[in-house]
């Protein structure tokens, strides 16, 4: 759907969720605008049994002088023309539902509609960043609205629990893209907490369960604004023997969870992965993330076990499914392994010194999440068979791979890595400069299929480790056994053959 297909409607009532948040309100505003801008009738309004009164807010409000109605719920209400339901899904439980001609639903959350028109992303960390998205497409110049910027920016930044939660590039992209009013937004910030809500802080701090063998506690708080849950998330992690942490708390439709951790064998991004699996979703950083446990789906998972009961469990799966594996101090054991050579396929890479200053700080973005450098003549930036990228040595790119005169051209990415300079704020599209390659006939490792998950921590990268599942493949190059890494199962296959005996 784009935004264009809406226009053939007039007059067209946008509605956010009963009890809209920043996100709903910023999201809304953000379509209200450009409604406006192609000269339709348009209204912004939410529902529900109870009025704005958050003083973060009722500030958002009036400081970006957003032209919200309240809409009492009424059956007799109908819209005519189109009714837009924007952060969340025409008919749900936390949306009143009003009669109307035509709907279209814009949302970030999982779920199916009827609507005759919709957009839903589930991937994105909030519905700010869909409409921008959505407004990029049909052309709408959104940065010349800095009052507009400052909304979703600031819908963003408190549905992913300041930007601990962020899920996807594009997320990151609308991050950085947006001019903004810091002042507002610091003010919007320290105006988030009420008193009622600190009660609810505290509360929570009370009604942990902590596992010693593992270090980490499970909390659950009272309904709240999920920035409370990364608050309250924040300050379990700074007790000296917890490692790791999960604040829960209920919300109509099913559970929000904030996710932290402090030590580097547990990616607090993956972590909320694990625990939303199969019944939600879940991601952020490595230290700070989130997700949500869909209600539907977690009472076809429950065993006679209430929610705390299955979230424990989770946690305690969660830590007893891997291995951790610090490559140099590992024995692979080789009699384990099999030869393989990699394939003659063409493959990126793109040497950052060429295109970028000497010294630059940069930021690559990939769908695996950024990847800071310093740019160099030591290094180069490999693409892989799915768009995944990594930096390589010079002198290893020029043991394992030759380069080709034809051009790169990749197929079927969904997000085209990025390089973002710090100095200026320059945004680089890495598949520009990017050069064609393939490995050299030399190019032999010896592998086995894993059978339960594995994170190596490898020769080049102490901090970070490689994720490994299982059907994934443990490998090390044939001449350093100890450069132990993790390949994914269908690259594995894409990329390697077996040297017969």
Request: proline share 3%; net charge negative; hydrophobic share 35%.
């Amino acid at each position: 759907m784009k935004l264009t297909d809406l226009l053939a409607f007039n007059p067209i009532t946008i509605q956010c969720h009963d009890n809209p948040d920043s996100d709903a309100i910023a999201s809304g505003w953000s379509l209200y605008r450009y409604c406006q801008s192609e000269g339709k009738d348009v209204r912004l309004i939410y529902s529900g049994r109870n009025v704005i009164t958050k003083a973060n807010l009722s500030l958002m409000i009036e400081k970006l002088s957003i032209p919200i109605e309240y809409e009492k719920p009424s059956a007799e209400t109908k819209f005519d023309g189109l009714l837009i339901t924007v952060d969340c899904q025409y008919g749900q439980m936390n949306v009143t539902k009003f009669e109307a001609e035509h709907v279209a639903v814009i949302d970030h959350h999982q779920g199916q509609t009827q609507a005759e028109f919709a957009e839903i992303n589930p991937l994105l960390g909030s519905c700010s960043t869909l409409c921008w998205r959505l407004l990029q497409e049909v052309g709408y110049n959104i940065l010349d609205d800095k009052e507009l910027c400052t909304g979703l920016y600031y819908g963003l930044m408190t549905d992913t629990g300041n930007f601990a939660e962020l899920h996807h590039p594009v997320d990151r992209d609308m991050q950085d893209a947006l001019p903004y009013d810091k002042a507002l937004i610091v003010l919007f910030y320290n105006s988030n907490i009420s008193l009622s809500e600190l009660n609810v802080a505290g509360q929570a701090l009370t009604m942990y369960d902590y596992n010693g063998k593992y270090k980490f506690e499970l909390v659950h708080a009272l309904p709240c604004d999920p920035n409370i849950l990364g608050l309250i998330s924040d300050l379990v992690l700074q007790v000296d023997s917890i490692d790791a942490c999960v604040v829960f708390n209920e919300v109509p439709d099913g559970y929000k969870i904030s996710v932290r951790s402090c030590v580097k064998e547990v990616k607090a991004n993956e972590f909320a992965e694990y625990i939303s699996r199969d019944v939600g979703n879940g991601g952020g950083h490595t230290d700070k993330a989130g997700g949500f446990i869909k209600k539907e789906a977690l009472l076809k998972a429950l065993e006679n076990e209430n929610v705390s009961d299955f979230l424990r469990h989770r946690m305690v799966d969660y830590f007893e499914s891997y291995e951790v594996i610090y490559a140099g101090d590992y024995d692979l054991g080789i009699d384990t392994l099999t030869s393989y050579v990699k394939k003659q396929i063409p493959l990126g890479f793109a040497d950052p010194a060429e295109f970028i200053g000497m010294g630059e700080n940069i930021t690559i973005r990939t769908l695996e999440g950024d990847i800071d450098q310093r740019v160099d003549s030591g290094f180069y930036i490999m693409i892989g068979l799915k768009g995944e990228v990594y930096p390589i040595k010079k002198d290893k790119f020029a043991r394992t791979y030759e380069v080709l005169k034809e051009e790169y051209k990749p197929e079927g990415l969904s997000y085209h890595p990025t390089v973002h300079c710090h100095s200026d704020g320059t945004v680089l599209n890495l598949l520009e400069y990017a050069k064609c390659c393939r490995a050299a006939d030399v190019s032999y490792i010896m592998a086995k299929e894993l059978d339960r998950t594995v994170k190596i921590f490898t020769t080049w990268d102490r901090e970070k480790y490689m994720l490994g599942k299982p059907g994934d493949f443990i490998a090390c190059r044939a001449d350093d056994v100890n450069d132990i890494y993790v390949i994914e199962r269908d690259i594995f296959f894409k990329t390697y053959d077996k040297i017969e005996k």
